[in-house]
């Protein structure tokens, strides 16, 4: 078992998720059992409760843990499911300690940041380990070096480095060249200082690996090897690229990858096997049309808000040798005046999740419109609840139709809570999380779509359809194509007669990768290519 530490230098947002996801890739090209991790130093449990312009998407996982955007980059590029364990936070960690300290399990010791919550991060590193046999686990350090509160994970790791040696741990460190625009010259000083920063908490990075806006000179990579220790060979470039899919190429170019395993003693033998990879990238590079799509939602300032769409897009056209433009619309500015404007010339709609009350008149318009004007449209979680609410008002003629989450007093509560959800008062992890099974209705849409009776989808919402109301609109012509059995919830409903209307109460872009696009998202951008040559 060997490990992987990534932290980051200089500034933040330099793309560590990326460069630990195509490391990741690179190594299971090479046939290695790899997974990843991220610790976030943050004192929150988990950013579920986070604003996502705070923090952008909260990524799902299969377990139902609500996770950082990154996890979503591993499962993607990896083609793996990650688990409530890959993603760590201090809260997380303290909550454990504070649990285990009330219970009085200290014996009368005063609990400390070292020993105590640097051996239960240890154990955090390495528990994936103690379950799978993994070659090579990845560990994304969040933060940048420098931030008080990633201190005691730089110590752990360094402790983890000491006890298991250098054969076994090893330190990459991201940073950024900074480029000066008015002497045209690239700057390594902040790279030298922030190496400087890691080497005083007594870790010595192993790889460097540099984002830079220009390529680096010979002679300018020799310097930041002289200033910081590290060996020419694992000076890496990471030049800028239109598409992070380019990454995991230009890592290997690089040959991030052998200097890994040569670091770990471990052999090289021939090339990683990127076939399927790269033939997504080319047809990704070369598309022979451009699909235009609105995206309606109410944080489309923070494009992150919605990573996990926009990555499924992109891989579901890519594959289709098409490229996606997606329309950010803020959902609070469509009225029934500019409507007509703003979604004009798109060929499809996506209507996002979301919580709480702002901006729902906007969504409910843009429905109306795909709706009436054959448009194809995806409503997901949030964005299908208000399809059956519009549906509800404008075709069963319910004008005060809704969902009691917005209007808690509709006489017409299409959506609503389950019985057993009204007495929740928590916040935190309290909403249906994780995956689900989903029956799919033989000879609908849904069924053409996935072409199997029964998958499994990733749910985060409190709401439901309610099944009170089921009948009118299966006679009216909304369709329930998809069930969660056990509890008979409706999970997909579908419009009869129209090329593409689904909305689906799970998010379906949780489940989409790179070499595996998801069939809903395929048959959606299938949809859109037919409307606008249609
Ligand atoms: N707010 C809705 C609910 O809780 C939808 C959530 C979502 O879109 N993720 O049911």
Redesign the pocket.
Known sequence: MRYIFITGGVVSSLGKGIVAASLGKLLQARGYRVTIQKFDPYLNVDPGTLNPYEHGEVFVTDDGAETDLDLGHYERFLNISTSRDHNVTTGKIYQTILERERKGEYLGKTVQVIPHVTDEIKRRFTLLAQREPYDIVITELGGTVGDIESLPYIEAARQLHYELGPLRVIFLHLTLIVYLEATRELKTKPTQHSVKELQQAGVQPDILVCRTAYPLSRELRAKIALHTNVPRNAVIQALDVPTIYQVPFQLRKEKLDEVVLRRFRLPVRGEPDLSGWGTFLEKLQNPQATLRIALVGKYVDLHDAYKSIQEALIHAAGWQALAVEIGWIYSGDLTADNLERRLRGYQGIIV?????ERGIAGKILAIQYARQEGLPFLG??????MAVVEFARHVLGWAEAH?T?IQPDTPYPV?DLMPEQRTVTAKGGT??LGAYPCEIKRGTLAWRIYQKPLVYER??????FNNAYRAAFEEAGLVVSGRYPEKDLVEIVELRGHPFFVGV?F?PEFRSRVEEPHPLFKAFIGAAAQYSSG
């Open positions: 996002a999740p979301g919580f709480g997901i979680c949030l964005g299908m609840q969902s989450e959506i909403m249906r749910h985060r919402h409190r709401y439901e109460q998010h």
